[in-house]
């Protein structure tokens, strides 16, 4: 399998090469390889997992997932909000039948507060984001129990079935379920 290598951090790569010529190196050189061609045909999606977009996690890797098992839905923090949209569609056009919070530990959405973000984007961008909630978070169980509520009062999605959160240790590689 391709390695990624990004130019600034590996002095093998080519000289300035972006960020996007290096993907596409890497995915022709995926795709001349056997793994390419052995992904199976349609998915028997068994569930949904809504995760950080974090580039430290490897869902697949981290929590075992043959392809086509699961619809890994990623975002800043793993938020709720913005997955609904895609677990519905999950639930109804593909049939999964149990979902995932998963948020981690080192999570850059500690680090800051929507108004702390919103004035930067102010200053930086000249832009308005007043009305956008960054869903920053300090207290990370905390956070996941405010997921899985959020799930459990949306109309668009299952409520018939399983939905547990849990966190992920960057340190161990461990994830920890959050009880209510």
């Known amino acids: 399998m391709a390695r990624f290598a990004m130019a600034a951090a590996n002095p093998g790569a080519t000289p300035g090469s972006s960020f996007i010529d290096e993907i596409l190196r890497a995915n022709a050189e995926f795709a001349e390889g056997e793994t390419a061609r052995g992904l199976p045909g349609p998915a028997g999606y068994r569930g949904a997992i809504v995760l950080c977009m974090d580039a430290r996690i490897d869902?697949?890797?981290v929590l075992g997932l043959?392809?086509?098992t699961a619809h890994i839905i990623r975002n800043?923090?793993?938020r709720m909000a913005e997955a609904l949209r895609s677990i519905a569609i999950s639930q109804q056009m593909m049939g999964t039948r149990e979902v995932a919070v998963v948020h981690h530990t080192e999570c850059g959405m500690t680090t800051f507060t929507s108004?702390?973000?919103r004035l930067?984007?102010?200053e930086e961008l000249g832009a308005d984001a007043s009305t956008i909630d960054f869903l920053a978070f300090n207290?990370?169980?905390e956070s996941v129990r405010e997921d899985v509520r959020i799930y459990r009062?949306?109309?668009i999605v299952r409520q018939d079935i399983p939905v547990r959160g849990f966190i992920y240790d960057i340190r161990t590689?461990?994830?920890h379920e959050v009880t209510s």
């Open 173 to 175: 590689g461990r994830l």
């Open 139 to 141: 207290d990370l169980a």
């Open 66 to 68: 043959p392809p086509g």
């Open 115 to 117: 108004d702390s973000l």
């Open 59 to 61: 869902p697949i890797q």
């Open 153 to 155: 009062a949306s109309a």
């Open 120 to 122: 930067r984007l102010r």
């Open 76 to 78: 800043a923090g793993g």
